[in-house]
């Protein structure tokens, strides 16, 4: 049955994960609340995908219908400490999917009592949004709120008609646009299939060990593990050796040294170590970005040296980064993984990589520090929640997740995905990376 919205086989998939995102904005100044949740109630009501809900049978059999309403959560907190709170609030945001309504988008305020201080919390499931798409909606929300504040209402309609114009269309129809050729996947696949990958600390869950841990996970709830760190000093100590390399490069840089050492401590592994990970490719251009909304990136497999230095291993991670975009490998990918869902054959092989990091930055947010009207722009932090509706969604998330930040005075929020198998793994996990950046 023809829908408005289109299918992408990662959706199917994210939909067994059952993950809520959580990004947190951080203000400090006067905030016009009614006017917010004005400007949140006309934003996620312009979308039209979320009136639809996915209806699963199998990964290889499953489609969007239309459900008519959906919740448009909104409230507002006042908190002693808005820190504790926001790790409170990611902890809950499971209990957004309870109830008959879906709710693919909420916005809690969390403000400070004794203080200017606030944060701005905008919780999705990412069976409707990547991180990406849902930084397009909150930018159009703070429009709107702008716009609303000065009594523009051409600017407020200027807000929705962006978001009205958003679109999910399905995986062949974006590789269309994308404009991969069959030689070039070819090529990519049999450099992929090439490709040195280990996890020798064995931080993947393995999948016969799946089933019996979503079980135990399944007793209990944990808040994501979230940690801030200064970025300035690794970075300039990075660019002194490589002046080429991003921000980006840098911080995974600091992640791979980190399970490197943590394997070398507590592994007894040896010095020479592969270090291999999955990092989250956005496929889509700014511009593709402001039309289509959902889940368009892939995973790309990065490996390193952990044994050498940090500003090497930044640099072998960046040139990693510029092949994999300009051979396109990361749609090669992302059209791998649709034909892999449309065989039903995800999740039925080991994958050797020990850790998946994302990053998702705001650089709307991060270069204006007047992003807010009236306010002053503070930090972007993160948290996710998962509850795997069984072994299929739980195989997306057997090792650890970690989702980058950046925030404007060089500082780098680095969260974890509550971990299937153990809270303690990402307490050591995050203890390491702390290490790296104090270095």
Known sequence: MQTAVGNLGLECLMDRANIFFTSGY????????????????????????????????AQDRFSWRHAGGHRRHFRALDCDDIDQAFAELCRDSLTLAEGELHCPMAVTVLRQRQGPEFIIAQTCEHTYLDARSAEFLFNRMVDYYNAQRHGDAAGQQAALDAVRQVRTIGSDEMLHLLGLDEAAHATNLAGLGGYPVADD?????????????????RRQRFAPVVRFHPLAPLLERCRRRHPEVTRNSVICAALAKAFYNLNRRTKDLPERQTISFKMLSDLL???????????????????????RPVEEIAAQIHARIREFKTQKIDVSLFRAVEDAVRAGVVGTVDDPLSFVVTNWNNYAFLERADFLDGCTSLRHQSGVNIDPRDVLGAVLVNRPILVVNQSAADEVCVSLFPSLRAQAENEAVAAAIGEVFGQ
Not at 28 to 55: M, N, Q, T, V, W
Not at 201 to 217: F, N, Q, S
Not at 285 to 307: K, M, Q, T, W
């Open 26 to 57: 951080r203000f400090a100044g006067p905030l016009d609340l009614a006017a917010l949740e004005a400007s949140f109630h006309a934003i996620a009501g312009a979308l039209r995908k979320f009136e639809y809900r996915l209806h699963f049978e």
């Open 201 to 217: 600390g064995r931080h993947a869950i393995p999948l016969r060990d799946v089933p019996d841990c979503l079980a135990a996970y």
């Open 285 to 307: 251009a700014p511009e593709l970005r402001a039309h289509y909304g959902g889940n368009y990136i892939a995973f790309v497999p990065v490996s390193v040296d952990g044994e």
